[in-house]
């Protein structure tokens, strides 16, 4: 599948660090070859990187590693395709614009049955299933306010959690969406996150041999979330997702997590049920006779 990463802070900081070993599983360290991106907000503006070529591979990957660029909220993503061929389009996150603001996506898993779900004014670039998804999300969204984004951020999430519990219910759902303010986060199969704050110490990379003193480049106030499909450090305590449920950032901190479909999305619960329903072979019991 694919691979996610997000970073949500309360104040500017740089990606480096955690995007060094994340472009690693862009075809070195994982086999997310098809594709890479990254989104850095400035304010309501989110500025894009997409290749769909391995993040490993690429000088525009060490560009962003060589020149920090400091951002309150940052999505990416490594891409290994399912649906959809290896192109610029289809390349995660997707950009749209509701409300005067960037809204950016990022999606791992595979949604078989979204193009039921028919689209009225959003209109996808490319193939995949991902951007049809987040089509739809949109749009359900600007009909659930259409006076626009709503000042009561907590129905903006609830409403996100239950568009989330859809598409999971029909797929394989994880997600990462942001809106220039939040970071939300839906766990469907796998996702974790790390909150670091004061005191700040020492982290190393899983898929490097680079370390970091946190100490030397943050204040006492500072409040940094990363979350990741898979942890990015070896020697941090990373809080692991229930599938089903939703996180929203804001200020570096978890600020709620909300019940988004069932206790596992469909595509696994389908695998279960569909090895718990595979019929076994009869058995045939050789006899013999005896000689009385």
Same mark, same amino acid.
């Given at each position: 599948?694919?691979?996610?990463?997000?970073?949500?802070?309360?104040?500017?900081?740089?990606?480096?660090?955690?995007?060094?070993?994340?472009?690693?599983?862009?075809?070195?360290?994982?086999?997310?070859?098809?594709?890479?991106?990254?989104?850095?907000?400035?304010?309501?503006?989110?500025?894009?990187?997409?290749?769909?070529?391995?993040?490993?591979?690429?000088?525009?990957?060490?560009?962003?590693?060589?020149?920090?660029?400091?951002?309150?909220?940052?999505?990416?993503?490594?891409?290994?395709?399912?649906?959809?061929?290896?192109?610029?389009?289809?390349?995660?996150?997707?950009?749209?614009?509701?409300?005067?603001?960037? +809204?950016?996506?990022?999606?791992? &898993? =595979?949604?078989?049955?979204? %193009?039921?779900?028919? *689209? !009225? /004014?959003?209109? #996808?670039? $490319?193939?995949?299933?991902?951007?049809?998804?987040?089509c739809w999300?949109?749009?359900?969204?600007?009909?659930?306010?259409?006076a626009g984004?709503?000042?009561?951020?907590?129905?903006?999430?609830?409403?996100?959690?239950?568009?989330?519990?859809?598409?999971?219910?029909?797929g394989k759902?994880?997600?990462?969406?942001?809106?220039?303010?939040?970071?939300?986060?839906?766990?469907?199969?796998?996702?974790?996150?790390?909150?670091?704050?004061?005191?700040?110490?020492?982290?190393?990379?899983?898929?490097?041999?680079?370390?970091?003193?946190?100490?030397?480049?943050?204040?006492?106030?500072?409040?940094?979330?990363?979350?990741?499909?898979?942890?990015?450090?070896?020697?941090?305590? +990373?809080?692991?997702?229930?599938? &089903? =449920?939703?996180?929203?950032? %804001?200020?570096?901190? *978890? !600020? /709620?997590?909300? #019940?988004? $479909?069932?206790?596992?999305?469909?595509?696994?619960?389908?695998?279960?049920?569909?090895?718990?329903?595979?019929?076994?072979?009869?058995?045939?019991?050789?006899?013999?006779?005896?000689?009385?």
């Open positions: 599948m694919c691979e996610l990463m997000g970073m949500e802070c309360n104040v500017p900081t740089d990606i480096v660090f955690s995007f060094t070993g994340f472009a690693l599983r862009g075809g070195k360290t994982g086999p997310h070859a098809d594709g890479w991106g990254l989104a850095l907000y400035e304010g309501k503006y989110a500025r894009s990187f997409l290749e769909p070529t391995p993040a490993c591979e690429s000088p525009m990957a060490a560009f962003i590693r060589d020149n920090p660029i400091k951002s309150l909220l940052a999505v990416a993503h490594v891409r290994k395709k399912t649906r959809g061929r290896a192109s610029l389009e289809n390349t995660h996150p997707f950009k749209r614009t509701l409300w005067g603001r960037h +809204w950016v996506f990022a999606h791992n &898993g =595979t949604l078989p049955f979204v %193009r039921r779900h028919k *689209l !009225r /004014a959003e209109h #996808p670039v $490319g193939e995949t299933d991902s951007e049809h998804a987040f999300m949109l749009e359900q969204l600007r009909a659930a306010f259409p984004y709503p000042r009561d951020a907590r129905r903006l999430w609830a409403t996100i959690a239950e568009l989330g519990g859809v598409l999971g219910g029909e759902f994880n997600f990462l969406l942001a809106d220039g303010r939040h970071l939300y986060a839906r766990c469907g199969t796998k996702l974790c996150y790390i909150a670091r704050k004061a005191p700040f110490g020492r982290a190393t990379l899983s898929d490097a041999e680079l370390q970091i003193d946190f100490s030397a480049f943050t204040t006492p106030r500072d409040r940094v979330a990363v979350v990741a499909t898979v942890p990015l450090t070896r020697d941090e305590t +990373w809080h692991e997702g229930r599938p &089903g =449920t939703m996180w929203v950032f %804001r200020g570096g901190q *978890l !600020r /709620a997590t909300l #019940p988004s $479909g069932a206790a596992a999305d469909n595509a696994e619960r389908a695998k279960s049920s569909r090895a718990r329903r595979k019929p076994q072979a009869k058995r045939h019991t050789k006899t013999t006779r005896r000689a009385a």
